[in-house]
C-alpha cells in the first residue's frame, strides 16, 4: 500500500500521507444525494402500497386490521428497501469510480455501512406516510357519510 501511495501521490504531486489520509473521505453531496433520491423513490412507493391497505381495510371499519397491516408490510419493505437502496448507492459508485469494481471502496459507501438505521427510518417514514393516507380516507369517509 504504500508502494501504491507513493505513485498516486506522484501522479497528483500531492504527499503519501495525504493519499493515506483521503481514504476516510468521501464527497458527502454525492452520498446525500443518493440517499435522497432513494428516499423520494421509497415515499412514493410506500404511499401506493399504504393506499392499497386502506383500501382493502377502510379506516371506519377495520383499522385494527389496517394497522397490523401496515406494520407488517412497513418492515418487509424497509427490508427490501435497504436491499435495493444499497444496490442503488453501489450503482451510482460504480458509476462514479468508472470502473465496475468496488473491491474494499464498497464499506465506504454510508448506505452500507448504516443498514440498521436506514431500515428504521423506512419503518418510520412507511408509517408515517400510511398514517397520513389513514387521515386522508378518514376525512374522505367523514365527507361522504353515505358512500
Known amino acids: 500500500m504504500t508502494a501504491l501511495f507513493e505513485v498516486i501521490g506522484n501522479n497528483h ?58 406494520l407488517l408490510t412497513s418492515a418487509v419493505i424497509s427490508m427490501a428497501g435497504v436491499l435495493l437502496g444499497e444496490l442503488w448507492a453501489t450503482s451510482v459508485e460504480n458509476l462514479r469510480i468508472g470502473s465496475g469494481h468496488l473491491s474494499y471502496r464498497v464499506n465506504r459507501i454510508p448506505w452500507v455501512q448504516h443498514r440498521l438505521g436506514l431500515f428504521v427510518g423506512g419503518v418510520v ?16 369517509a367523514d365527507s361522504n357519510p353515505g358512500i
Open 13 to 70: 504531486t500531492v504527499a503519501r500521507e495525504q493519499v493515506r489520509q483521503s481514504l476516510g473521505h468521501r464527497r458527502t453531496s454525492l452520498d446525500l444525494a443518493v440517499i435522497l433520491s432513494f428516499a423520494v423513490l421509497y415515499g412514493f412507493a410506500a404511499s401506493g402500497l399504504a393506499g392499497q391497505i386502506w383500501r382493502r381495510f377502510p379506516p371506519a371499519e377495520e383499522w385494527i386490521a389496517g394497522a397490523v397491516a401496515t
Open 125 to 140: 417514514l412507511f408509517c408515517i406516510i400510511a398514517g397520513l393516507r389513514y387521515r386522508a380516507g378518514v376525512r374522505a
